[in-house]
């Protein structure tokens, strides 16, 4: 059992930045690929970012290429997601996940097992 708990949401102006933090207990997390995803009332749970248990491949959602960064720190086993250029559509609560070694379809929100109870991120225009 792996239990996530995120930080760091809140608001910001657009153009801002912010980080958002995930920590994880339980098992080993360097034998983890994690991930973001996020939603939107009304709306399907959206892939962001993904890193994998290796650390060295991560994968991004063409919304947010070239503006927000996943990384990991092992060592603490946390996870970030480093959000620049923030604009109002990428106002929602982001959700930390986790699966072992990785998951079959990043992209699949079904394909993760671990999840974390989320934190809202609002950016004013």
């Known amino acids: 059992q792996v239990h996530l708990v995120e930080s760091g949401g809140g608001l910001v102006q657009a153009g801002g930045s912010l980080r958002l933090s995930c920590a994880a207990t339980g098992r080993t997390f360097s034998t983890y690929s994690m991930g973001w995803f996020r939603q939107t009332p009304g709306k399907e749970r959206e892939f962001v970012a993904t890193i994998r248990w290796s650390g060295g491949t991560t994968y991004y959602a063409d919304s947010v290429k070239g503006r927000f960064t996943i990384s990991r720190d092992n060592a603490k086993s946390t996870v970030y997601l480093q959000m620049n250029s923030l604009k109002p559509e990428d106002t929602a609560v982001y959700y930390c996940?986790?699966?072992?070694?990785?998951?079959?379809?990043?992209?699949?929100?079904?394909?993760?097992?671990?999840w974390g109870q989320g934190t809202q991120v609002t950016v004013s225009s």
């Open positions: 996940a986790a699966d072992l070694w990785g998951p079959s379809e990043a992209g699949d929100e079904s394909s993760w097992d671990y």
